[in-house]
């Protein structure tokens, strides 16, 4: 169980898209469409953005979306605004009732 | 409202145990999966362990196989983890979280707020 691998910073300015990739195996990212994505503000509880790759739930705009290809899913945010300034966390089922966390990518919105 | 609140967390010194327990309340808590997730301070988030509706499939990271266990009474809706050999490496806030369907690992879409265990002596 290593996790998955995320680049740690990204930034963009308002206005511009992002796209922070989600690094795992054929066992993990590569095996099943379920991988999710979390918004996490400083103090408070993440949020979930994604689910099984590019579903969105109620009420998260559509300015975040979700794609996989091959053991890499990827979350892109378009239309940056300052309060999408967080940190972004991917998770994927792994089999065997396990799940892995990326390791965290923070956003600047510069 | 949907809501899930932890407790149990604390201070506890190096091999020791601690039981925390999350309860659930405005949704069917046994149509739904459970995790706990941790997060170390300043440190990206960690799942833990996982159990589907009846717990029939339960999971662990290989971090605290074999010291902690998850455990689930769909009669109080209430979620479990007993934890054992308690290491500082398990120094962490531990969330609660229900997965969006009955099998473990879709994904975690309500959270609690979570309740911090720290170990040392």
């Known amino acids: 169980q290593s996790a998955l691998t995320q680049p740690a910073s990204v930034s963009g300015s308002p206005g511009q898209s992002i796209t922070i990739s989600c690094t795992g195996t054929s066992s993990d990212v590569g095996s099943y469409n379920l991988v999710s994505w979390y918004q996490q503000h400083p103090g408070k509880a993440p949020k979930l953005m994604i689910y099984?790759?590019?579903k969105r739930p109620s009420g998260v705009s559509n300015r975040f979306s979700g794609s996989k290809s091959g053991n890499t899913a990827s979350l892109t945010i378009s239309g940056l605004q300052a309060e999408d300034e967080a940190d972004y966390y991917c998770c994927s089922y792994a089999g065997s009732s396990t799940s892995l966390f990326g390791g965290g990518t923070k956003l600047t919105v510069l | 409202e949907v809501q899930l609140v932890e407790s149990g967390g604390g201070l506890v010194q190096p091999g020791r145990s601690l039981r925390l327990s999350c309860a659930a309340s405005?949704?069917?808590?046994?149509?739904?999966?459970m995790h706990w997730v941790r997060q170390a301070p300043g440190k990206g988030l960690e799942w833990v362990s996982g159990i589907s509706w009846n717990s029939g499939s339960i999971g662990y990271a290989d971090s605290v196989k074999g010291r902690f266990t998850i455990s689930r009474d769909n009669a109080k809706n209430s979620l479990y983890l007993q934890m054992n050999s308690l290491r500082a490496e398990d120094t962490a806030l531990y969330y609660c979280?229900?997965?969006?369907?009955?099998?473990?690992?879709?994904?975690?879409?309500?959270w609690g707020q979570g309740t911090m265990v720290t170990v040392s002596s």
């Open positions: 979280a229900k997965d969006r369907v009955a099998a473990a690992g879709d994904a975690f879409d309500i």
């Open positions: 099984e790759g590019s």
């Open positions: 405005g949704f069917t808590f046994d149509d739904y999966a």
